[in-house]
């Protein structure tokens, strides 16, 4: 079975960073695409960046240059690097996983169930 659980989250100031990352099991990465997303309250989920199954990582026009997605190399940790995060960086954040190449597109079949991020100004 697949799951996916999400750590790191918290509270940092306005232009600084944070990492949260995600733990996955029951599945064999190598098939799989997976994305981080993040939503606040009565909005849609954002898809953030996503590696491929053939590896190409792709990021969302407001986070490229500042967020970074990787992976270790046993391939059982995801991470989300943020850099000069800003108050509207402020969300829920998950990972997500599927043997479909979803891209930026919220239907990936597995989530995790989230890490809160909050940046003060």
């Known amino acids: 079975q697949v799951q996916l659980r999400e750590s790191g989250g918290g509270s940092v100031q306005s232009g600084g960073s944070l990492t949260i990352s995600c733990a996955v099991s029951?599945?064999?990465?190598?098939?799989?695409?997976v994305g981080w997303f993040r939503q606040t309250p009565g909005k849609e989920r954002e898809g953030l960046a996503t590696?491929?199954?053939?590896?190409?990582?792709i990021y969302e026009d407001s986070v490229k240059g500042r967020c970074t997605i990787s992976h270790n190399n046993a391939k059982t940790m995801l991470y989300l690097q943020m850099n000069s995060l800003k108050p509207e960086d402020t969300a829920m954040y998950y990972c997500?996983?599927?043997?479909?190449?979803?891209?930026?597109?919220?239907?990936?079949?597995?989530w995790g169930q989230g890490t809160q991020v909050t940046v003060t100004s």
């Open positions: 997500a996983a599927d043997k479909i190449d979803w891209w930026l597109l919220p239907r990936y079949a597995y």
């Open positions: 590696i491929a199954r053939d590896g190409i990582t």
């Open positions: 029951g599945w064999t990465f190598d098939i799989y695409s």
